[in-house]
């Protein structure tokens, strides 16, 4: 039996959206995409390889995992047996950390832990750009989760050119306050929602034309500690995609009516001189990007319409680490 390594990412958020893949097998994403790492939201993911297994074995929050959930593990952790040369099935537990009634699940840090530990418990020890390659085979964003700070995820063109970037840590005065709206379970997966964008939205075109600007001009305001100009590159670029969305067939949208509420209170925040801007994702919370000085005064004023619990702060995230042996005394 291998040893189990453990390990924690966390989740992050498009500032700079990925939306739509050029190869589903690969997940290799029709544009660069660029992030924040959060750190109130993470996932911590034990893997060990075990012969006396017959399948793997997946328990996500203490719960046993069923065939569906096990199969999308399983997928990621062959391509680390396959590199490896492991042949036994593995035990894997994971935790994932959000605040209580926040109810959401990530993908992003999931799948990056996931990738992490197995990484560890292959003796594998991959270097972290080539560990975002297999995170990316388990979900997209989860390719950005590797790294703490402000992320890119240059699209590439093949398996091993598809990687993340750390472009900076984030560590001057960033923060985010993510809004829930809603926290049940999406009626268009992101993935679907994205393919059927793709084939179908007239605005597709046009959105990969105006993100790859974005994505330039977004990395000068981070080198230039821009925020104002940072700020507003990633409410036009997220208003960008959801536009794609309302033009695909069927139209469908992501947003509820609280969440054009939250969207409201963030430009009455900007009118009050606070600088905050808003994104949203395959879902109705939104995430406002925020001075992490202002994020109380921010949080005040939200609270003054959505439920104390439901407005969470977060400052950047780390680097997944590896937390194989925390809490165990060393003498
Ligand atoms: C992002 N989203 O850049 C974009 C913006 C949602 C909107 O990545 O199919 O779970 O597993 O690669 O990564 C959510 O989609 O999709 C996502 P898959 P994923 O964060």
């Not at 994971?94 to 840090?109: D, H, I, K, R």
């Not at 999931?110 to 990738?115: D, I, K, R, S, V």
Request: aromatic content about 10%.
């Amino acid at each position: 039996m291998g040893k189990e390594r453990k390990v924690r990412a966390y989740t992050n958020i498009a500032l700079i959206k990925y939306w739509g893949k050029k190869d589903e097998t690969l997940f290799l994403p029709m544009n660069s995409s660029l992030s924040l790492t959060l750190d109130s939201f993470y996932t911590e993911t034990a893997v060990r390889f075990d012969g006396s297994l017959e399948r793997d074995e997946f328990w996500l929050n203490d719960v046993q995992q069923e065939e569906k959930a096990v199969q999308k593990i399983s997928r990621v952790l062959d391509l680390f047996r396959e590199t490896a040369g492991i042949t036994e099935p593995a035990y894997v537990t994971s935790t994932n950390f959000v605040p209580t009634a926040a109810g959401l699940a990530s993908s992003a840090s999931g799948l990056a832990a996931l990738a992490g530990a197995a990484n560890l418990a292959s003796g594998l020890h991959l270097d972290k750009r080539t560990l975002s390659t297999y995170a990316r085979r388990g979900s997209g964003s989860a390719t950005r989760s590797i790294y703490g700070g402000f992320v890119e995820w240059q699209m590439g063109t093949n398996n091993d050119d598809s990687y993340a970037v750390k472009i900076d840590d984030a560590d001057w005065d960033i923060g985010m306050v993510t809004v829930i709206v809603n926290s049940k379970e999406k009626a268009v997966s992101s993935r679907a929602g994205m393919k059927n964008t793709v084939l179908t939205s007239p605005f597709y075109p046009s959105w990969l034309e105006s993100t790859a600007k974005d994505l330039t001009e977004i990395k000068s305001a981070i080198r230039e500690q821009d925020f104002q100009k940072l700020g507003e590159i990633t409410e036009s670029n997220g208003m960008k995609m959801h536009a794609t969305v309302l033009g695909a067939t069927p139209p469908f949208s992501y947003w509820e009516p609280d969440s054009i509420v939250a969207m409201h209170m963030v430009r009455e925040l900007r009118q009050q001189g606070i600088p905050c801007y808003f994104t949203m994702d395959a879902g109705p919370n939104v995430k406002v990007l925020c001075r992490l000085s202002d994020s109380q005064k921010i949080q005040s004023y939200l609270t003054t319409y959505f439920s104390p619990e439901k407005v969470i702060i977060s400052g950047p995230g780390k680097d997944i680490e590896d937390i194989t042996n925390e809490g165990v005394y060393h003498d």
